[in-house]
């Protein structure tokens, strides 16, 4: 298990390996989070029942088909998603596509926390009768999970295996207590307009979540098994987030709601409702830091990684103070569409380019012009489609510029290689 003291940028080492199913409970955990259950209960109210189904389905088998390749290669180089985008991009490169990596992550770490201060005051007012300053909230919960993170993963592995037998007790209750609602079958025949397309529905839902795919090698490089990879992607985005998602619909249906918190109120477990709101919320925001922090040490090379993760801490809570994210979201929306093409290009340079040139002791290019050019491709059809309706391949605007991305590095790589052969051939 990686102490409080791990190197972050020398792979995993045996010691600190542990198996899988530790592994894919760190991931799982944030399933249980509460924009997993709105983004359900969004699904739910915005599309057909038929359609929204089946979007939960195969959106399920994409992230876990792009989380199970990419977690893989963590797993089986014991190197985390920075080092792995080093190896592809090269040094300067890399540092690039990392800064830009930490400032998204701690967006959305001020993101979320507004988010948790909300819910909570929520809670507090219906329970409580009163409310407390979003700041004080803040300003606690954003130490704690910083804190958390001071103590790497094996902390948050420790969190994330305490919480997840609760919040799978809390999620089956939920599941119980709608079905004495409403029956499923009544559920399944409920007749209600749609305002979002098949497409769009699969689109949120790999959207959202498909950056937490991207960066899995920094959980999975600690599995023991080189099959945890699979097994973190399978049990996250296969199993927990999608029942998540349905249990999310169908009491938003039997409580006629589109509020997960009013129905967590309504069953009349207020402790519960505290427990949803602070254990997913904590797990992913300890992963946002601890991600970020790995990003800026491999970037600048710094070695005290507690006072990275510290500034990048109190950075998020800043953030989240002045609510200054409420204007950035689309700012924020549009540097994580940059990062999807990365898996792409990481993908492909892993399982159909060279294997073997993954060990930390490779000397790396400053920049690999192939990956850069394939990333910039598809980043930039990644951005564009945030403003226009373009045409789609696979209906999934994230991977669209994922396989845009592996198709123009493959190629660019191959007639790197063929141009290579030539000029030997014409050297005397």
Not at 89 to 103: D, I, K, P, Q, T
Not at 281 to 308: G, K
Not at 362 to 377: G, T
Request: charged share 10%; with cysteine; net charge neutral.
């Amino acid at each position: 298990m990686e102490s409080s003291h791990h190197n972050s940028s020398t792979p995993v080492e045996p010691s600190q390996l542990v198996s899988w199913p530790r592994v894919a409970a760190v991931s799982a955990m944030v399933s249980f989070s509460i924009p997993t259950f709105v983004t359900g209960i969004e699904l739910y109210n915005d599309m057909s029942l038929y359609e929204g189904l089946m979007a939960v389905i195969v959106g399920a088998i994409l992230l876990t088909v792009v989380g199970g390749l990419v977690g893989t290669i963590g797993a089986a180089t014991r190197l985390n998603s920075y080092q792995l985008a080093q190896t592809v991009f090269g040094h300067r490169g890399a540092s690039v596509l990392n800064l830009a990596f930490a400032l998204s992550l701690i967006g959305w770490f001020g993101v979320n926390l507004d988010l948790f201060s909300a819910s909570v005051n929520k809670v507090a007012l219906a329970t409580l009768g009163q409310e407390f300053a979003p700041v004080l909230i803040e300003a606690i919960a954003g130490t704690g999970m910083t804190i958390t993170t001071l103590y790497g993963f094996s902390a948050i592995n420790r969190l994330a295996a305490y919480l997840v037998p609760v919040m799978i007790a809390i999620t089956a209750w939920i599941a119980f207590a709608s079905s004495q609602q409403l029956s499923i079958s009544e559920w399944l025949s409920v007749s209600k307009s749609a305002h979002l397309s098949f497409s769009d529905g699969v689109s949120v839902i790999v959207g959202v979540i498909i950056i937490g795919a991207i960066i899995m090698p920094d959980i999975t490089r600690f599995s023991r098994q080189l099959s945890g990879g699979v097994h973190t992607a399978f049990w996250s985005y296969g199993v927990v987030q999608t029942l998540v998602l349905l249990i999310a619909a169908f009491s938003a249906a039997a409580f006629a709601t589109d509020d997960i918190l009013e129905v967590l109120l309504a069953l009349g477990i207020g402790s519960a409702v505290l427990a949803v709101v602070i254990a997913g919320s904590w797990i992913l925001n300890a992963l946002n830091i601890y991600s970020a922090q790995l990003a800026i040490s491999e970037s600048f090379s710094l070695r005290s990684e507690r006072t990275v993760t510290l500034v990048l801490g109190v950075l998020g809570m800043v953030a989240a103070f002045v609510n200054v994210l409420d204007y950035f979201i689309t700012f924020l929306s549009v540097l994580t569409a940059i990062f999807i093409p990365v898996g792409g290009i990481i993908a492909c340079d892993y399982y159909l380019i060279n294997k073997s040139k993954y060990s930390h002791t490779e000397i790396k290019k400053q920049i690999h012009w192939p990956a850069l050019v394939a990333w910039l491709a598809g980043a930039g059809l990644a951005v564009a489609t945030q403003f226009f309706a373009l045409p789609s391949v696979t209906q999934v605007a994230a991977l669209d510029a994922m396989l845009l991305t592996a198709a123009v590095y493959f190629l660019l790589c191959r007639a790197s290689a063929r141009h290579q052969a030539a000029a030997l051939q014409v050297k005397p």
